[in-house]
Protein backbone atom coordinates (compact mmCIF):
# COMPACT_ATOMS: atom_id res chain seq x y z
CA UNK A 1 0.00 0.00 0.00
CA UNK A 2 1.68 3.79 -1.05
CA UNK A 3 1.50 6.81 1.17
CA UNK A 4 -1.67 7.79 -0.88
CA UNK A 5 -3.87 5.00 -0.06
CA UNK A 6 -2.51 4.79 3.94
CA UNK A 7 -3.89 8.50 3.83
CA UNK A 8 -7.55 7.22 2.16
CA UNK A 9 -7.60 4.99 4.31
CA UNK A 10 -6.78 6.34 7.56
CA UNK A 11 -8.86 9.30 6.90
CA UNK A 12 -11.59 6.77 6.59
CA UNK A 13 -11.12 5.25 10.19
CA UNK A 14 -11.27 8.76 11.55
CA UNK A 15 -14.14 9.83 9.64
CA UNK A 16 -16.59 7.11 10.44
CA UNK A 17 -15.11 7.70 13.95
CA UNK A 18 -16.19 11.16 13.83
CA UNK A 19 -19.31 10.45 12.11
CA UNK A 20 -22.35 11.66 13.46
CA UNK A 21 -25.92 12.50 13.29
CA UNK A 22 -26.05 16.18 11.33
CA UNK A 23 -28.37 18.20 13.55
CA UNK A 24 -29.85 21.12 11.05
CA UNK A 25 -29.97 24.66 12.93
CA UNK A 26 -30.57 27.82 11.53
CA UNK A 27 -27.29 30.47 11.98
CA UNK A 28 -28.58 34.11 10.92
CA UNK A 29 -26.08 34.74 8.44
CA UNK A 30 -27.22 38.33 6.36
CA UNK A 31 -27.98 38.15 2.52
CA UNK A 32 -24.88 40.67 2.25
CA UNK A 33 -22.41 38.45 3.87
CA UNK A 34 -23.99 35.18 2.43
CA UNK A 35 -23.45 37.12 -1.15
CA UNK A 36 -19.65 37.03 -0.85
CA UNK A 37 -19.97 33.01 -0.65
CA UNK A 38 -21.21 32.58 -3.63
CA UNK A 39 -20.08 32.18 -7.09
CA UNK A 40 -22.86 33.07 -9.24
CA UNK A 41 -23.00 30.60 -11.88
CA UNK A 42 -23.83 30.32 -16.05
CA UNK A 43 -22.73 27.43 -17.65
CA UNK A 44 -25.98 26.51 -19.50
CA UNK A 45 -24.71 25.67 -23.22
CA UNK A 46 -27.18 28.32 -25.02
CA UNK A 47 -26.31 31.48 -22.72
CA UNK A 48 -24.96 34.07 -25.16
CA UNK A 49 -23.32 37.91 -24.48
CA UNK A 50 -26.65 39.63 -22.78
CA UNK A 51 -26.78 36.65 -20.42
CA UNK A 52 -23.13 37.36 -19.80
CA UNK A 53 -23.86 40.87 -19.73
CA UNK A 54 -26.35 40.73 -16.98
CA UNK A 55 -24.71 37.90 -14.94
CA UNK A 56 -21.90 40.14 -14.56
CA UNK A 57 -23.45 43.28 -13.84
CA UNK A 58 -25.88 41.06 -10.85
CA UNK A 59 -22.08 40.11 -9.43
CA UNK A 60 -21.57 44.11 -9.29
CA UNK A 61 -24.94 44.84 -7.80
CA UNK A 62 -24.79 42.17 -5.05
CA UNK A 63 -21.33 41.43 -4.46
CA UNK A 64 -20.95 37.77 -5.09
CA UNK A 65 -17.41 35.93 -4.76
CA UNK A 66 -17.62 35.59 -8.19
CA UNK A 67 -18.91 35.02 -11.59
CA UNK A 68 -18.68 31.31 -12.42
CA UNK A 69 -18.43 30.79 -16.64
CA UNK A 70 -17.39 28.68 -19.20
CA UNK A 71 -13.62 29.19 -20.97
CA UNK A 72 -14.95 30.65 -24.01
CA UNK A 73 -16.56 33.66 -21.95
CA UNK A 74 -13.87 34.34 -19.65
CA UNK A 75 -12.44 37.15 -21.45
CA UNK A 76 -15.53 39.00 -22.13
CA UNK A 77 -16.78 39.14 -18.38
CA UNK A 78 -12.78 39.54 -17.27
CA UNK A 79 -13.54 43.23 -19.08
CA UNK A 80 -17.42 43.50 -18.12
CA UNK A 81 -15.47 43.39 -14.13
CA UNK A 82 -12.69 45.28 -15.06
CA UNK A 83 -11.89 47.51 -11.62
CA UNK A 84 -14.11 45.55 -9.15
CA UNK A 85 -12.75 42.83 -6.60
CA UNK A 86 -14.86 40.51 -7.95
CA UNK A 87 -13.20 37.13 -9.67
CA UNK A 88 -13.83 35.28 -13.13
CA UNK A 89 -14.23 31.63 -12.22
CA UNK A 90 -13.70 28.98 -14.96
CA UNK A 91 -14.03 25.33 -15.54
CA UNK A 92 -11.78 22.56 -16.90
CA UNK A 93 -12.88 18.93 -18.18
CA UNK A 94 -16.36 19.69 -17.42
CA UNK A 95 -18.52 18.50 -16.59
CA UNK A 96 -17.56 14.85 -17.19
CA UNK A 97 -13.72 14.94 -16.05
CA UNK A 98 -12.96 12.25 -18.58
CA UNK A 99 -10.28 14.63 -20.43
CA UNK A 100 -6.94 13.93 -20.97
CA UNK A 101 -4.75 15.55 -18.08
CA UNK A 102 -2.77 17.45 -20.87
CA UNK A 103 -5.63 18.89 -22.06
CA UNK A 104 -7.26 19.53 -18.72
CA UNK A 105 -4.32 21.32 -17.99
CA UNK A 106 -3.96 23.28 -21.14
CA UNK A 107 -7.99 23.99 -20.90
CA UNK A 108 -7.37 25.89 -17.17
CA UNK A 109 -3.94 27.27 -18.19
CA UNK A 110 -5.76 29.17 -21.39
CA UNK A 111 -9.01 30.36 -18.96
CA UNK A 112 -6.24 31.76 -16.60
CA UNK A 113 -4.35 33.23 -19.28
CA UNK A 114 -7.48 34.73 -20.53
CA UNK A 115 -8.42 36.41 -16.90
CA UNK A 116 -9.82 34.12 -14.95
CA UNK A 117 -8.46 33.67 -11.09
CA UNK A 118 -10.37 30.31 -9.97
CA UNK A 119 -10.54 27.29 -12.03
CA UNK A 120 -13.01 25.03 -10.88
CA UNK A 121 -11.99 21.17 -12.15
CA UNK A 122 -13.46 17.90 -12.54
CA UNK A 123 -11.80 14.94 -11.23
CA UNK A 124 -11.20 11.63 -13.26
CA UNK A 125 -14.91 9.86 -11.45
CA UNK A 126 -14.06 6.95 -13.41
CA UNK A 127 -10.28 6.43 -12.08
CA UNK A 128 -11.07 7.34 -8.67
CA UNK A 129 -13.93 4.70 -8.64
CA UNK A 130 -11.70 2.02 -9.73
CA UNK A 131 -8.90 3.00 -7.03
CA UNK A 132 -6.43 4.37 -9.43
CA UNK A 133 -5.51 7.05 -6.92
CA UNK A 134 -2.14 8.54 -8.06
CA UNK A 135 -3.97 8.68 -11.60
CA UNK A 136 -6.30 11.02 -10.22
CA UNK A 137 -3.96 12.86 -7.91
CA UNK A 138 -1.60 13.34 -10.85
CA UNK A 139 -4.84 14.40 -12.71
CA UNK A 140 -5.53 17.47 -9.99
CA UNK A 141 -1.66 17.90 -9.55
CA UNK A 142 -1.06 19.01 -13.05
CA UNK A 143 -3.95 21.44 -13.05
CA UNK A 144 -2.90 22.74 -9.86
CA UNK A 145 0.05 23.41 -11.09
CA UNK A 146 -0.61 24.91 -14.40
CA UNK A 147 -2.73 27.66 -13.08
CA UNK A 148 -0.52 28.89 -10.22
CA UNK A 149 -1.27 31.31 -8.16
CA UNK A 150 -4.82 31.20 -9.42
CA UNK A 151 -6.80 28.90 -7.17
CA UNK A 152 -8.20 24.96 -7.70
CA UNK A 153 -11.55 23.78 -6.90
CA UNK A 154 -12.27 20.07 -7.28
CA UNK A 155 -15.47 18.48 -8.40
CA UNK A 156 -15.73 15.36 -7.19
CA UNK A 157 -19.17 14.27 -8.45
CA UNK A 158 -20.15 13.11 -4.77
CA UNK A 159 -23.68 11.78 -6.31
CA UNK A 160 -21.59 9.44 -8.26
CA UNK A 161 -19.25 7.71 -4.96
CA UNK A 162 -19.89 5.83 -2.31
CA UNK A 163 -19.41 7.48 1.28
CA UNK A 164 -15.42 6.31 1.06
CA UNK A 165 -14.86 7.10 -2.71
CA UNK A 166 -15.76 10.46 -1.20
CA UNK A 167 -13.20 10.70 1.71
CA UNK A 168 -10.40 9.52 -1.25
CA UNK A 169 -11.39 12.30 -3.49
CA UNK A 170 -11.11 14.65 -0.57
CA UNK A 171 -7.59 13.49 0.96
CA UNK A 172 -6.35 13.19 -3.04
CA UNK A 173 -7.35 16.87 -3.35
CA UNK A 174 -5.64 17.98 -0.54
CA UNK A 175 -2.66 16.05 -1.40
CA UNK A 176 -2.63 17.69 -4.66
CA UNK A 177 -2.38 20.96 -3.77
CA UNK A 178 -5.63 21.95 -4.36
CA UNK A 179 -7.64 25.14 -2.26
CA UNK A 180 -10.77 24.02 -2.79
CA UNK A 181 -13.39 20.64 -2.90
CA UNK A 182 -16.77 20.97 -4.30
CA UNK A 183 -19.56 18.37 -4.55
CA UNK A 184 -21.37 18.74 -7.73
CA UNK A 185 -21.56 19.92 -11.47
CA UNK A 186 -24.95 20.23 -11.33
CA UNK A 187 -24.98 18.55 -14.12
CA UNK A 188 -25.65 14.86 -13.28
CA UNK A 189 -27.69 12.86 -11.30
CA UNK A 190 -27.67 15.39 -8.34
CA UNK A 191 -26.19 18.21 -6.37
CA UNK A 192 -25.40 18.77 -2.79
CA UNK A 193 -26.52 17.45 0.33
CA UNK A 194 -26.00 18.37 3.85
CA UNK A 195 -24.31 14.14 4.29
CA UNK A 196 -21.93 15.07 1.72
CA UNK A 197 -21.22 18.46 2.63
CA UNK A 198 -20.54 17.58 6.20
CA UNK A 199 -18.61 14.94 5.20
CA UNK A 200 -15.87 16.35 3.25
CA UNK A 201 -15.22 19.17 5.45
CA UNK A 202 -15.13 16.42 8.79
CA UNK A 203 -12.12 15.00 5.59
CA UNK A 204 -10.39 18.47 4.83
CA UNK A 205 -10.62 19.96 8.11
CA UNK A 206 -9.79 23.81 7.94
CA UNK A 207 -7.10 22.72 5.39
CA UNK A 208 -8.95 23.73 2.12
CA UNK A 209 -12.35 25.21 1.37
CA UNK A 210 -15.92 23.53 0.61
CA UNK A 211 -17.76 24.47 -1.95
CA UNK A 212 -21.13 23.32 -2.20
CA UNK A 213 -23.00 23.18 -5.42
CA UNK A 214 -26.21 22.45 -7.35
CA UNK A 215 -30.04 22.52 -6.60
CA UNK A 216 -29.19 25.09 -4.50
CA UNK A 217 -31.95 27.83 -4.77
CA UNK A 218 -33.14 29.18 -2.00
CA UNK A 219 -31.95 31.20 1.22
CA UNK A 220 -32.62 28.33 3.69
CA UNK A 221 -30.91 25.66 1.77
CA UNK A 222 -27.93 27.86 0.97
CA UNK A 223 -27.59 28.85 4.74
CA UNK A 224 -27.67 25.03 5.60
CA UNK A 225 -25.03 23.95 3.46
CA UNK A 226 -23.00 27.14 5.13
CA UNK A 227 -23.89 25.33 8.72
CA UNK A 228 -22.63 21.62 7.11
CA UNK A 229 -19.09 23.01 6.71
CA UNK A 230 -19.28 25.09 3.42
CA UNK A 231 -17.17 27.95 2.60
CA UNK A 232 -18.22 28.94 -0.72
CA UNK A 233 -21.80 28.52 -2.38
CA UNK A 234 -22.13 27.64 -6.53
CA UNK A 235 -25.59 28.54 -7.56
CA UNK A 236 -27.42 30.05 -10.65
CA UNK A 237 -29.72 31.11 -8.33
CA UNK A 238 -28.26 33.71 -6.58
CA UNK A 239 -30.14 36.70 -6.68
CA UNK A 240 -32.81 34.38 -6.09
CA UNK A 241 -31.40 33.26 -2.44
CA UNK A 242 -30.54 36.44 -1.66
CA UNK A 243 -33.85 37.70 -2.78
Not at 29 to 39: C, E, R, Y
Not at 110 to 138: C, P, R, T, W, Y
Amino acid sequence: MNNLSKAVEYAWRENRASEQLFVEFEEKIPPKSLATMIDHTLLKPEANWDDMRRLCQEAKDYQFASVCVNPFWVSWCAELLAGTPIPVCSVAGFPLGASATRIKAEEAQQAVSDGAKEIDMVLNVGALKAGKFELVHNDIQRVVEAIEPAQCKVIIEACLLTDYEKVAACVIVREAGAHFVKTSTGFSTSGATIHDVSLMRRVVGTELGVKAAGGIRDYKTAIAMVNAGATRIGASAGVKILS
